[in-house]
């Protein structure tokens, strides 16, 4: 069975993270969407909303789970049997340090490979902080994340139907 982690902080999930899950669970027998717990990060949502947004937002996906772990992502990976660590870029400064990321898993874990795949275009200006900030104006968030995650963000900054604080 071929199966690889799609790991990152999904602070929140976006299109542009579900384009590359789907991508990869058509490659992949199973995937594992690994949220990483960072007690040195500070998140706008918590662990456990992140990964209930996830689910929501691959719950059509059958060879998909959702998980949280801390650590290595290659030790993480190592235990679930993955063969490969899939990343997605959205640019070239995405590369850079991706890369950098990259090396350093290779020499940690020579045997489990970094899969990088390319952002639809739609999706390739698109990032969790971006649309955290649109959200905190009241902006119309639609277009890059689930009609949920869209509800959860307007709600954490207080913002109503009118694109208002309230």
């Known amino acids: 069975m071929k ?60 060879n998909v789970s959702v998980e949280s772990f801390d650590g290595l992502v290659v030790e993480y990976a190592r235990k679930k049997g993955a063969l490969a660590i899939v990343r997605g870029l959205r640019a070239v400064s995405d590369f850079e340090y991706e890369f950098k990321l990259a090396a350093m898993n290779r020499n940690l874990a020579p045997d489990i490979e970094t899969v990088f795949m390319m952002t639809s275009s739609q999706f390739s200006f698109l990032s969790s902080s971006a649309v955290k900030e649109v959200a905190s104006f009241g902006g119309d968030v639609s277009q890059w994340v689930s009609p949920e995650v869209a509800q959860r963000l307007y709600a954490k900054y207080q913002i109503n139907e009118r694109g208002r604080r309230d």
């Open 3 to 62: 199966i690889c982690i799609c790991p990152g902080s999904f602070d929140p999930v976006t299109y542009g993270h579900i384009d590359i899950i789907q991508r990869a669970a058509e490659l992949f027998d199973h995937v594992y969407v690994a949220v990483l717990k960072n007690p040195e990060k500070q998140s706008f949502f918590t662990i456990d909303e992140r990964l209930e947004m996830l689910h929501v937002s691959v719950k059509a996906m059958a």
